[in-house]
């Protein structure tokens, strides 16, 4: 028989005629047999769906060990693509051929009937065959090109940013750090942890952003962006936090505040329009099975502008609610995500950008007011799940930034590089950091973070 090129599953459901000799390759859903042959449907991970197999006894000689398949065993079919004679499908394939590659015993955790997020977090390296977590990692795949698309059609310039960094960007000391120092017999000098004996001769952590980097290059490049992982060593256990996660973070010269909200908000429309077009499937499973408001949640981001205010005003209009909030409301303090969504579903009812921070509650690097009292920051705020951007344009002015990194307890000699660059040329510039799994559970409505990422990385957890 010859050998054919395989056809991804989802492509053969898609065909708009029937295929005389089609070679597909997949995973065992489920079988059933009938007196002369067997149902199978197969599963590749291309599709939601999967494709019914039809073997017959006559036509197989193999068909005595086909009956003994179980969910989970790996086939490779071959055959004719005809129309279907069942109800919810157009297709199915009869078999001329089918090689048994892989068998499964009755152990396979995943057998057809549901199964809890946590049970299946403990089977992380299966449970992409689930019809849940294919589709979210089919749809995170999507989206990580739309990312892509949306930069590379504005001009921007994908760079590459340092995992491994000697600078905290965003001052919070809540780091990796990245040492060869033999842990249970370091060098010392006056009595301290000599790290000039380290492999790079310094501290050194793993990155909480590229954004300090990506500055350097946009000050020269004009626009530029990173798409790449970041981690936090905070303690945190919430189904929002992660230890390791991926950030998108563009960043522009001459480019002030509000060109920066502008990019943002396309920036999250543009992500949510393109799920909805190109992975209907899944969000359809989504909206059936996850949150039955998504994609109602959605369409209220999709079709509003979004709404602009200080944070002053923020805080005035929550002060002035009446609705109890479990966490105070005052000038200088965080917004929560509880007045973060009375903003966006209840107040303005469309998605809410705020700007204007208390420079207190800010890192050193964004831009200060004229005011004095403010920096030029920005948080994109959307139903469902409060922030979802924070931004800012950065501080250009050399003499203004060397007294923020002073209060903020830094050293300026520590950030020569950072500080050069207000030293030669400097212009107004800006720039933001999005999430990407924060973006994936907006989208798909999984409530988890680490049912968005394929192997989560959390505290206390790193077993896959």
Request: charged share 25%; net charge negative; glycine share 6%.
């Amino acid at each position: 028989m010859a050998q054919l090129s395989p056809t991804p599953i989802k492509d053969a459901l898609q065909s708009t005629e029937p295929i005389d000799a089609i070679r597909v390759q997949g995973w065992v859903r489920t079988r059933r047999d009938s007196k002369d042959f067997s149902f199978i449907e197969l599963n590749d991970g291309s599709s939601l769906r999967n494709l019914q197999i039809i073997a017959k006894k006559e036509t197989l000689p193999n068909y005595a060990d086909i009956q003994k398949l179980s969910t989970g065993a790996s086939v490779v079919v071959q055959g004719a693509l005809v129309a279907s004679q069942g109800k919810g499908q157009k297709w199915e394939l009869v078999a001329d051929n089918i090689e048994i590659v892989g068998t499964a015993d009755d152990s396979y955790p995943l057998q057809k009937k549901g199964h809890t997020p946590e049970f299946l977090r403990e089977i992380a390296h299966l449970r992409p065959r689930s019809n849940l977590f294919g589709s979210v990692f089919r749809v995170r795949s999507r989206l990580a090109f739309a990312v892509h698309e949306f930069f590379q059609q504005r001009g921007f310039i994908y760079v590459h940013t340092p995992i491994i960094t000697g600078s905290d960007c965003e001052g919070a000391g809540e780091l990796f750090r990245v040492s060869t120092i033999d842990l249970t017999n370091p060098p010392r000098k006056n009595g301290e942890i000599d790290y000039t004996q380290d492999f790079f001769a310094r501290q050194t952590y793993l990155t909480v952003s590229g954004q300090l980097e990506a500055e350097a290059l946009a000050l020269a490049l004009a626009k530029v962006y990173t798409f790449g992982p970041t981690f936090r060593a905070e303690n945190s256990n919430t189904s929002r936090h992660a230890s390791e996660f991926w950030m998108i973070e563009p960043e522009m010269a001459f480019c002030d505040l509000n060109g920066n909200m502008d990019l943002a908000e396309e920036f999250v429309k543009y992500l949510i329009a393109d799920a909805r077009k190109h992975c209907p499937d899944e969000m359809e499973l989504f909206a059936t099975f996850v949150d039955k408001e998504l994609l109602a949640r959605l369409d209220f981001v999709l079709e509003r502008p979004f709404q602009r205010i200080a944070y002053t005003d923020a805080v005035d209009l929550l002060k002035k609610s009446g609705e109890r909030f479990e966490f105070p409301i005052g000038y200088g303090l965080n917004l929560q995500s509880e007045h973060e969504r009375w903003l966006t579903e209840k107040h303005f009812k469309r998605p809410v950008t705020v700007f204007n921070f208390p420079k207190e509650i800010k890192p050193f690097y964004m831009r200060v007011s004229d005011d004095g009292r403010t920096v030029a920051a920005m948080d994109l705020l959307v139903p469902g799940i409060g922030e979802i951007v924070g931004g800012s344009q950065r501080e250009e002015r050399l003499d203004v930034l060397e007294e923020n990194m002073r209060r903020h307890n830094m050293d300026p000699a520590d950030y020569k590089w950072y500080l050069d660059l207000r030293r030669y040329g400097t212009v107004p510039h800006s720039g933001f950091g999005l999430g990407f799994e924060r973006m994936l559970m907006f989208v798909t409505g999984v409530p988890n973070i680490r049912d968005v990422i394929p192997f989560a990385r959390t505290p206390g957890s790193a077993e896959f």
